[in-house]
């Protein structure tokens, strides 16, 4: 078997093996065995740049009955509705593996620990207006779209009487579901909103992998620094030499500006998150059904957002009085 073959070969098996291991790790390891081996993964034609994220999607294997139900148009919408899930799982992973490595930040740069305080607090408070904002995200989508959706469709199949009627029942599940996941023509702009505030915390979590980099590297030099005062010391001279201490002042300097450089990397990536979520909620509250509505309402429940509107002369916006088109 030549390379070029064998390669393809190689990652359909490391896929299918990371799937089988996250299958194990969730409640879907109680499933029917046929259900399970139905699920497929399906690697997407990539582009420059792209990560495994941007990549992987899954596919459902159907055959029977079942696949008089879920048509090709029906396994398109689905594909794109776990695109979109997938996206939002992506931001809660990073916003997950983000935290586990800022605390632990006393143990893997014990140098550095009172320079970068006042970084550590705005990152803590970037990441908690981003978490707060995905935590409603999901919950909409999971208790208000896909839970009340599905529970209908459960009912409709139990009183059905014919085949068609599980058809007319399931294209009604998938237009809800599509229609209230802003997936839908009417909703496109709604969407895209959306996506640009994923993309802006994506970019925020890359720009926090690079400053990580930048403060390993700035420890290390510290630690070096100690070990060799150390040494010198147990050998019976000076922790520092008058020669040395020129090169450590640079050093420090150099990574007051260095710290000082990513922290503006880190407000204006805020900035710019602030801003974006704004124009999503206002386009949110524009649209008609109350479950929107009610989610821009859980975002922005202390009014933060509304008053970044009034500051920027916006007290006419339709987001502004979102609450009086909500009948409760």
């Known amino acids: 078997m030549s390379g070029h073959t064998y390669l393809p070969c190689l990652l359909r098996q490391v896929q299918t093996i990371s799937l089988q291991t996250a299958q194990r790790a969730t409640n879907a390891q109680y499933h029917n065995i046929d259900i399970i081996r139905r699920v497929n993964v399906i690697k997407l034609?990539?582009?420059?740049?792209?990560?495994?994220?941007d990549v992987f999607t899954v596919d459902y294997a159907l055959n029977g009955p079942l696949a008089v139900i879920v048509n090709q148009d029906s396994r398109e919408?689905?594909?794109?509705i776990f695109r979109m899930l997938?996206?939002?799982?992506?931001?809660?992973?990073g916003l997950r593996r983000m935290w586990a490595k800022t605390a632990t930040w006393e143990r893997t740069l014990p140098y550095l620990v009172a320079d970068i305080r006042p970084f550590r607090h705005l990152v803590n408070i970037i990441c908690s207006e981003i978490q707060h904002f995905i935590c409603q995200i999901q919950y909409y989508i999971n208790f208000e779209v896909l839970e009340?959706?599905?529970?209908e469709l459960e009912n409709a199949v139990d009183t059905a009487q014919d085949l068609d009627y599980i058809i007319d029942a399931h294209k009604r599940f998938i237009g809800i579901v599509s229609e209230r996941l802003m997936l839908s023509e009417e909703h496109k702009t709604v969407l895209e909103k959306l996506y640009a505030n994923y993309n802006i915390v994506i970019n925020f979590i890359q720009r926090y992998e690079d400053s990580c980099e930048t403060l390993k590297m700035n420890n290390t030099i510290r630690e070096e620094r100690v070990a060799s005062a150390k040494i010198k010391t147990r050998q019976g001279g000076w922790g520092t030499e008058a020669s040395e201490q020129s090169t450590q002042k640079e050093q420090d300097r150099l990574f007051a500006a260095q710290l000082a450089d990513i922290s503006g990397k880190m407000r204006d990536s805020r900035a710019e998150f602030a801003k974006s979520l704004t124009d999503f909620l206002l386009v949110l509250s524009q649209k008609p059904?109350?479950?929107?509505?009610?989610?821009?309402l859980r975002i922005d429940f202390n009014e933060y957002?509304?008053?970044?509107?009034?500051?920027a002369g916006m007290a006419s916006s339709p987001y502004i009085n979102r609450t009086k088109s909500i009948v409760i």
């Open 305 to 311: 957002y509304q008053s970044k509107c009034y500051t």
């Open 289 to 296: 059904d109350d479950a929107m509505k009610f989610l821009s």
């Open 148 to 151: 009340c959706s599905w529970k």
């Open 86 to 93: 997938w996206k939002t799982k992506r931001i809660e992973h």
């Open 77 to 80: 919408t689905y594909l794109c």
């Open 45 to 53: 034609e990539e582009s420059l740049g792209d990560t495994g994220w």
